[in-house]
Nanobody, 114 residues
Framework: QVQLVESGGGLVQAGGSLRLSCAAS????????MAWYRQAPGKQRELVAT???????NYEPSVKGRFTITKDNAKNTLHLQMNSLKPEDTAVYYC????????WGQGTQVTVSS
């Protein structure tokens, strides 16, 4: 089982930046894909970005060019660098790990003021 703990959320003005982190404990080497999702109030959870075991990345179109997903295998940590933030990026952001089953973190709130 993999346990995930997110950090780095907060309140930022539009145009600002935040860096989210996700610390993974457990059998990290079994993870084949990690991802960030987000859920805004009244909306469904949506995929933001993924990173594969080979380091390949994919992004939701609205964040492409602004967000960057990276992972540090030595520290078992996933990151999401978010630049040029917009009010519509406001959501709870969740870390996700896939290794035959899916594990989720508890989420971290990101609020972007206009």
């Amino acid at each position: 089982q993999v346990q995930l703990v997110e950090s780095g959320g907060g309140l930022v003005q539009a145009g600002g930046s935040l860096r989210l982190s996700c610390a993974a404990s457990g059998v990290f080497f079994r993870i084949n894909t990690m991802a960030w999702y987000r859920q805004a109030p009244g909306k469904q959870r949506e995929l933001v970005a993924t990173i594969g075991i080979d380091g390949s990345t994919n992004y939701e179109p609205s964040v492409k060019g602004r967000f960057t997903i990276t992972k540090d295998n030595a520290k078992n940590t996933l990151h999401l660098q978010m630049n040029s933030l917009k009010p519509e990026d406001t959501a709870v952001y969740y870390c996700n790990a896939r290794y035959g089953v899916w594990s989720w973190g508890q989420g971290t709130q990101v609020t972007v003021s206009s």
